[in-house]
């Protein structure tokens, strides 16, 4: 599966940014997708992940309560839905997939999408 993400930017600290990523060349309910980030001198992190029906659903300490995760199957994309964004959260998201049912770490995950850059100034 190809993965590509959008929607990041420059925003300042209590904005909202909502990314995406569309996924093609495979079918999509096969897979379960995350998002994680890298954010500068840092390793690359979990955020966010959620099976193909949507039943699980699983987030980083760090962005509980400020992200959501979502998917619609019909346009073969995930969201991420992020609120309250804070200098913290600036880094590279990445979408990835897997065909695990349900996964959290980076290494089960073996479809990636090529980041897209979320800036939050204080």
């Known amino acids: 599966v190809q993965l590509q993400a959008s929607g990041g930017g420059l925003v300042q600290a209590g904005d909202s940014l909502r990314l995406s990523c569309i996924a093609s060349?495979?079918?999509?309910?096969?897979?379960?997708m995350g998002w994680f980030r890298q954010a500068p001198g840092k390793e690359r992190e979990f955020v966010s992940s959620?099976?193909?029906?949507?039943?699980?659903?699983f987030y980083a300490d760090s962005v509980k309560g400020r992200f959501t995760i979502s998917r619609d199957n019909a346009k073969n994309t995930v969201y991420l839905q992020m609120n309250n964004l804070k200098p913290e959260d600036t880094a590279v998201y990445y979408c990835?997939?897997?065909?695990?049912?349900?996964?959290?770490?980076?290494?089960?995950?073996?479809?990636w999408g090529q980041g897209t850059l979320v800036t939050v100034s204080s």
């Open positions: 990835a997939a897997t065909d695990l049912a349900i996964a959290t770490r980076e290494v089960d995950f073996g479809s």
């Open positions: 060349g495979s079918t999509f309910t096969r897979y379960c």
């Open positions: 959620i099976t193909w029906g949507s039943r699980n659903i």
